[in-house]
Nanobody, 120 residues
């Protein structure tokens, strides 16, 4: 399974961005996939994950109510819609396969190359 992120960019505080994690070699819904971010000088933080089979997604407290994860079966992507962005959301965002399905970097593999999000 290979993952490729896209959709990053620069936005003003309060703005929105949509990131996509394109999955190849398998189908999106058959995997637990998480979105992570890493700000300069900080560790990698899990922000959201799906639940295989269409169950309820999970969000970290730092993004709950602002970020929404969704699956696009036609494009085989797992998307992260980010709204009400804050300067502290600035980071490189990655997606990764999770096993077990828990939002921790220790459970993540098949990392994508990352996409930069800058809020200023």
């Amino acid at each position: 399974v290979q993952l490729v992120e896209s959709g990053g960019g620069s936005v003003q505080p309060g703005g929105s961005l949509k990131l996509s994690c394109a999955v190849s070699g398998s189908t999106t819904g058959s995997h637990c996939i998480g979105w992570f971010r890493q700000a300069p000088g900080k560790g990698r933080e899990g922000v959201a994950r799906n639940t295989p089979g269409g169950g309820r997604p999970y969000y970290s407290d730092s993004v709950k109510g602002r970020f929404t994860i969704s699956q696009d079966n036609a494009k085989n992507t797992l998307d992260l819609q980010m709204t009400s962005l804050k300067p502290e959301d600035t980071a490189v965002y990655y997606c990764a396969v999770l096993y077990p399905c828990s939002l921790g970097a220790a459970f993540a593999s098949n990392w994508g190359q990352g996409t930069q999000v800058t809020v200023s």
